[in-house]
């Protein structure tokens, strides 16, 4: 699974069922984890397991126009 930068820099503000994130809290929990760190673990492992990835980056210093 790809390394994600330790610091997060984007606020994600959404919103959900109580019975979904209710899910969510409890399964947080049984893995020792924040609400924020278990969806974005579920959504790494989602996208590994579809073929998703993140387009690379362009060069340093390339112009892309």
């Known amino acids: 699974m790809p ?4 610091r997060k820099t984007a606020p ?3 919103r959900m069922s ?9 399964a947080a929990e049984r893995e020792h984890r924040t609400l924020s760190n278990m969806l974005e673990r579920l959504v790494l492992q989602h996208c590994e397991r579809e073929g998703i990835a993140m387009p690379p980056a362009p060069a340093a210093g390339k112009n892309t126009n």
Not at 3 to 6: G, P, T
Not at 18 to 26: F, G, I, N, Q
């Open 18 to 26: 109580l019975e979904v994130k209710d899910l969510l809290r409890l």
């Open 12 to 14: 994600v503000n959404l």
């Open 3 to 6: 390394r994600i930068s330790e």
